[in-house]
């Protein structure tokens, strides 16, 4: 029922930039907090930055300074603009919404790769 689409990712060279845009379409509560999630290969998932219902946002340190999370409540669309990208930020980059029933969805992901 829920669908998240992210786009926007793709290959950019060390200190170049790239906005990540991740659609929601389908949730059937309010959303608590959308949250972007990365992984690259043979490592864990991580959280790099969220943004909850009451507009505060959240970041790990590795990317402060850098990204910036933000919302379009009528578009029900979650960005995350990344800037000054390192070759240490390639991954895989998941949208995710939490609802304030618990329910957690993810999207299918979208890479990124940042080449040195």
């Known amino acids: 029922q829920v669908q998240l689409v992210e786009s926007g990712g793709g290959l950019v060279q060390a200190g170049g930039s790239l906005r990540l845009s991740c659609a929601v379409s389908?949730?059937?509560?309010?959303?608590?907090?959308m949250n972007w999630y990365r992984q690259a290969p043979g490592k864990q998932r991580e959280l790099v930055a969220a943004?909850?219902?009451?507009?505060?946002?959240n970041y790990t340190d590795s990317v402060k300074g850098r990204f910036t999370i933000s919302r379009d409540n009528a578009k029900n669309t979650v960005y995350l603009q990344m800037n000054s990208l390192k070759p240490e930020d390639t991954a895989e980059y998941y949208c995710?919404?939490?609802?304030?029933?618990?329910?957690?969805?993810w999207g299918q992901g979208t890479q990124v790769t940042v080449s040195s």
């Open positions: 389908g949730s059937r509560f309010a959303i608590r907090a």
């Open positions: 943004i909850i219902s009451g507009g505060n946002t």
């Open positions: 995710n919404i939490l609802d304030f029933w618990g329910h957690s969805s």
